[in-house]
């Protein structure tokens, strides 16, 4: 007993001091240009949009109390909360998988994530409510599917089970690869599910929670599943061998490369079969786990892809990789393996020098000779700078009106989803100007539909265009067939610590000659 209580009070301490830093660094750090664009979904709800299912616009919604506050605190608040709860969620699956201390271990390394940590704990994102519903399902699974008793505890586990997976997909398509895991499972391993209507309940409650997705894509040509599919396909590609190193060193990354060690070696002794888990168990966190890595693996050998996509099938290795540390040191002293605090130790280094660079400039590298290339380099700028550009462009705007050089309807353009999200949140939305996109579908994304429920383009308006040194466009190759007149552009300068980082270009253009009914080209 003194064990165990031991073990809830470091989990309680880790959980509280996770959850005072990750609230800090959503106080005191600007919203990426992804956070600020899935605003759009809480400020618009729709049962699904152009890009992604819409639980993240929820969870927006109900955290900000429907954007009653607005500041980055509120926005990211529900990143926040499920964060602890995720931490909670996975030593109860720990715990049940083996003992309380392969809990605790798979806390510390959840927590020691830099995508647990920040991408989905602290940034809100779609991930964030994703992983809430994918370990709730894994908790479920856990509980029902090695069963060879059926009972009605079981039977409505696996009901549950279908709950979750149905949210965890309302809130990002790949989650459907929980289903696939499910049927692997099954299909080797424990085939009388099918012949119980649980499972099919299950399923249908699964479809009929996702259906509104359905329901939207087919009132818009299904241009969601088409735009992701799309993201994905390989046919006519070549090998790319730059694509899928990418994507490996990417996961190795995210999931923390101490993290990424201790899966491999976890990996390799059950290669050996060396048994430090239950073999149900096992299959089921290998099952739900290793097919997405692998199969978005394959896609990067032809297509370009993002780390964070296969992140949530490293759920499952880490509760493996927890129940391997427990059995290599249940005989020794050490509450923590030294293996757990190098890995907290890295994710405390790159929290601490990111959010150092993001809003000091560690590692600043500059483009002095050519104003239109200031910043390019540093991808901390996309989380810095947006509030002094809304600050320094009021003072700009309020001057064009007093001396009569825009007119009072003068609307900002953008000519992509980001940065027309950021400019949106830090400088339209301060001064109540509408901001509207001219562009092609899979580049302003939702905003195609924004324009609409703004009132769109009127001719004979005029616009502003802002466009920044790290990602300068050039209006006149964007814009000269819709505006009478670009005018040479006014410049602001963004500075941190003492120095000029980028340049913005407030570009004013005159008078709307022609709606931008038919898509342009950039």
């Not at 990067?300 to 540390?325: K, V």
């Amino acid at each position: 007993m003194p064990g165990k209580r031991k073990n809830i009070k470091i989990l309680f301490w880790l959980i509280f001091i996770s959850t005072v830093v990750r609230g800090l660094i959503s106080a005191f750090t600007e919203l990426g240009n992804d956070e600020v664009y899935y605003i759009n979904f809480a400020l618009y709800p729709d049962w699904s949009y152009f890009d992604h299912p819409p639980m993240v616009g929820f969870i927006i919604q109900l955290f900000s109390l429907d954007l009653l506050f607005q500041d980055e605190f509120f926005i990211r608040l529900g990143s926040i909360v499920f964060g602890s709860i995720n931490t909670y969620l996975i030593f109860l699956i720990g715990k049940k998988i083996k003992n309380e201390a392969t809990g605790l271990y798979a806390a510390f390394l959840f927590t020691a994530s830099i995508y647990c940590f920040i991408i989905a704990g602290t940034f809100i994102l779609p991930d964030t409510p994703q992983l809430l519903f994918w370990l709730l399902s894994l908790y479920f699974l856990l509980k029902s599917l090695p069963s060879k008793q059926y009972s009605k505890t079981e039977k409505l586990n696996f009901i549950l089970a279908g709950i979750t997976i149905g949210f965890a997909m309302l809130s990002k398509y790949t989650s459907v690869f929980l289903w696939f895991g499910v049927g692997l499972y099954v299909l080797f391993y424990n085939i009388n599910w099918l012949k119980k209507k649980e499972l099919y309940i299950s399923a249908f409650l699964s479809f009929l929670i996702f259906l509104p997705v359905m329901i939207w894509n087919y009132n818009n040509d299904f241009i969601s599943f088409t735009f992701q599919g799309e993201r994905v396909d390989v046919s006519g590609s070549l090998i790319r061998m730059d694509y899928f190193f990418t994507e490996l060193g990417g996961q190795i990354f995210y999931n923390n490369p101490v993290n990424f060690v201790i899966i491999l070696m976890a990996i390799i002794a059950l290669l050996k079969g060396k048994k430090y888990i239950n073999k149900d168990h096992e299959k089921i966190l290998l099952f739900t786990s290793l097919p997405l890595i692998i199969i978005f693996l394959i896609f990067s050998l032809f297509r370009s892809t993002l780390p964070h996509w296969t992140s949530p099938g490293y759920l499952g290795l880490i509760l493996l990789a927890a129940a391997y540390l427990e059995n290599k040191f249940s005989l020794k002293k050490k509450l923590i393996p030294s293996i757990i605090k190098v890995s907290i130790a890295f994710l405390g280094i790159i929290v601490i020098l990111g959010f150092l660079q993001i809003n000091y400039g560690l590692f600043y590298q500059s483009y002095e000779s050519d104003t239109t290339k200031l910043g390019k380099s540093d991808i901390s700028l996309d989380l810095y700078g947006w509030e002094q550009l809304g600050d320094k462009f009021k003072d700009i705007y309020i001057n064009d009106l007093i001396e009569n050089r825009i007119k009072k309807d003068a609307v900002i353009v953008s000519h992509r989803w980001f940065p027309a999200a950021n400019l949106d949140y830090y400088v339209a939305r301060p001064l109540k100007i509408k901001l509207l996109t001219i562009g092609k579908l899979e580049r302003i994304h939702r905003y195609a539909w924004i324009n609409n429920y703004r009132g769109g383009f009127k001719k004979g308006m005029d616009a502003y265009f802002l466009t920044s040194s790290p990602d300068f466009k050039d209006p006149h190759k964007l814009y000269k067939n819709y505006f009478q007149e670009i005018e040479t552009p006014d410049t602001i300068q963004i500075t941190r610590n003492g120095k000029t980082v980028k340049n913005v270009f407030v570009y004013k253009m005159k008078d709307l000659k022609k709606l931008p009914e038919e898509i342009i080209q950039e």
